[in-house]
């Protein structure tokens, strides 16, 4: 049977589950609307397959169109990278990173600075999106890999994840809070103090929602979230906030005695972190010498 399917129709179902949104998708692909549904329509009929259903939230993939994606968009990356390499290497090589905020402070300066020193000329674009959202630029070619929280293991088709480093999400404070001396804390202790958490859609908050229904609660009282770790920093300083984030988003405040943390168990809010990056993708060597410096650099930090 003849297969009408072109490259055009797999770059526009990429952009559109990519963006959510056909009006963005076109943007980015400098396309007009009509054309980018034209497209799809045409590859749905030539699959016999709905992709998409139009949601609330834009639009969403369809089991069909999740499998046709996990399917296609690595391949399509390794298709770009080969006419990238057959044309000829840039003046300028590029590296293209995704970090996870809890590892930009410590891991991510230590061995990028490192790396400078062997690769001067190289080009590194660092994006610091969320992980779920680096993970899905991953699979389309738009990062080399990704450093961050372990994802369900479930959501990594067509994806290799490598452990880097094991860490605690904690409860910290300024050194002078009236929680910060005390011992054998528990969440009836911190009840009445605002939680200072990330942003709603952060991966930890899985990990952290957990726990709170094995200790006997659905949520905090009072949180105020936010997606900036250098405001909440910056909040915990000057109020009785409480911090619940991952440990190295608060390390050097933590080594230099500016925060404590407090003593709540903190055993079932342990988690992986590593790097996340395409299966059976070959690197540049750029790309494989960073690699390899986040792996050797986390030895370091977190032995």
């Known amino acids: 049977m003849e297969n009408r399917i072109r490259m055009r129709h797999l770059r526009c179902f990429l952009e559109i589950a990519r963006q959510r949104s056909l009006t963005r998708a076109a ?25 998409f259903h139009r949601t609330a939230q834009g639009m969403m993939l369809t089991p069909e169109g999740e499998e046709f994606y996990q399917t296609i968009a690595g391949p399509l990356a390794l298709i770009s990278d080969g006419i990238d390499r057959l044309r000829g290497t840039p003046d300028q090589p590029v590296v293209r990173i995704s970090l996870a905020p809890a590892v930009t402070r410590m891991l991510g300066v230590e061995a990028i600075n490192t790396f400078y020193k062997t690769f001067p000329d190289v080009h590194v674009i660092i994006g610091g999106r969320m992980y779920t959202e680096a993970v899905q630029r991953l699979r389309e070619g738009s990062v080399d890999f990704a450093i961050g929280r372990l994802l369900d293991p479930s959501a990594l088709g067509g994806l290799s994840y490598e452990q880097l480093f094991v860490e605690p999400i904690i409860f910290a404070t300024r050194r002078d809070h009236p929680l910060a001396s005390r011992h054998n804390l528990t969440l009836d202790d911190i009840d009445p103090y605002l939680i200072v958490g990330p942003e709603n859609n952060a991966i930890i908050w899985r990990e952290i929602n957990k726990y709170l229904i094995k200790h006997g609660r659905r949520q905090f009282r009072r949180v105020l979230e936010s997606s900036s770790y250098e405001f909440s920093r910056t909040f915990m300083r000057h109020s009785d906030g409480i911090a619940c984030l991952s440990r190295s988003i608060l390390r050097p405040e933590l080594e230099s005695g500016e925060f404590v943390q407090l003593d709540i168990p903190v055993d079932d809010l342990m988690g992986s972190v590593g790097v996340t990056y395409r299966t059976g993708t070959r690197m540049s060597a750029p790309v494989r010498a960073l690699f390899d410096l986040f792996r050797s650099t986390a030895q370091t930090l977190y032995p």
């Open 27 to 51: 943007s980015t692909l400098n396309t007009v609307q009509p054309a980018l549904s034209r497209s799809l329509r045409e590859l749905e009929a030539e699959l016999g397959k709905s992709l």
